[in-house]
């Protein structure tokens, strides 16, 4: 059998690969997906995060029912609770005692680092009153959690 190139034609190239516009469309699709994803991965990233707080918050309650059984009011620091610094454990929160007397205290975890960007969930609150009443509360309101902060 003669050859394609004998009779004027030219062999066909067959080669593996892709062409520079098949490469572009791919490309194009994996900037779409990439701008799509990233945003909800990273606020996937701040929920998950907020169970650092909660623990830490949770442990402080228990921390401060500890201490006021022996003594007339709830610790204003802590130190007095014995926590070594003011992080979560994560150290994705500061935490402190906004308020504190013989009847009740207030618990707060401010994000800070890339959390700090978890702005509807800033600060996470624990109002622990007298009778044994627990208010978890989030962002700007004191008493609700209008952006369902605590719970799933």
Not at 70 to 83: I, P
Not at 139 to 144: L, M, P, R, T, Y
Request: glycine share 8%; net charge positive.
């Amino acid at each position: 059998m003669p050859s394609l190139q004998r009779l004027g034609r030219r062999q066909p190239f067959i080669g593996c690969g892709w062409t520079l516009t098949e490469l572009l469309v791919v490309l194009a699709i994996v900037g779409i997906l990439t701008v799509l994803a990233v945003p909800h991965y990273q606020q996937q990233q701040r929920q998950v995060r907020r169970n650092d707080a909660r623990a830490a918050l949770q442990q402080l309650l228990l921390d401060q029912a500890r201490y006021r059984g022996g003594h007339d009011r709830f610790a204003t620091q802590l130190s007095a609770l014995g926590w070594p610094s003011d992080r979560s454990t994560q150290g994705h929160y500061r935490l402190s005692i906004v308020q504190a007397d013989d009847q009740s205290h207030v618990l707060e975890a401010n994000p800070v680092g890339a959390q700090a960007l978890d702005t509807a969930c800033a600060p996470l609150r624990l109002h622990w009153q007298q009778p044994a009443t627990v208010v978890q509360s989030s962002g700007a309101n004191q008493d609700s959690d209008p952006a369902h902060c605590w719970g799933p």
